[in-house]
């Protein structure tokens, strides 16, 4: 793989996804060459699954539906849009992979986190991310942080019970123990500067191959 596949993952409120948009733009004022995507989705007929699965009215769905209907998005989201883009040398990043359905899917869900990584190996072949970086926020501090974002779009997961985002919280920790060597943990909890600035720090490392 010629390019850097790095993955942002967390629970609700960590922030990641604005985080990931700033990043983006400091890689390329550095000059590297960057795209920034997000799952479900990232292309039309991801984006479309993504509707299926998070529409509030959808109770009805099965976990393993669910957990299928993620990993259908994924394929078609890498064989679509990052796979091209690691093959022309692009950093790729990724807001949520293969971790988020092992969080909520495996453990949260309770699929189990081995069944859901080999339903997922189907889909994603060897294309695992070479960088994860976790933000690590409380749930009851992520929820209350989307609390007050009202612009932000509310999807079936978000209202599931806050044992539920508890449970997500305790499989990413789990999954930072268990990949030492691809997943770094960050404090979330940390003012967004720092947030920011903790998490370029450790990419450019990355990059650098320190
Ligand atoms: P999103 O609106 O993108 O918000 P955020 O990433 O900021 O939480 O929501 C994505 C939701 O999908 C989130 O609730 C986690 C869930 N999800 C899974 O349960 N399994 C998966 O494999 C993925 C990619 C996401």
Known sequence: MKGHFITFEGGEGAGKTSILQTIKQKLSGQGYKVIATREPGGIEISEKIREIIHDPLHTAMDARTEALLYAAARNQHLVEKVIPALEQGKIVICDRFIDSSLAYQGYARGLGMDEVFTLNQ???????PNLTLFFDIEPKKGLERIKVNKD???NRLDLEEIHFHELVYEAYQILAEKYPHRIQTIDA???????ETDAMDRIISHLQGK
């Open 122 to 128: 189907f889909a994603i072949r060897d294309y695992m």
């Open 152 to 154: 932000r779009e509310r």
């Open 189 to 195: 909890a940390q003012s967004i500067e720092m947030v």
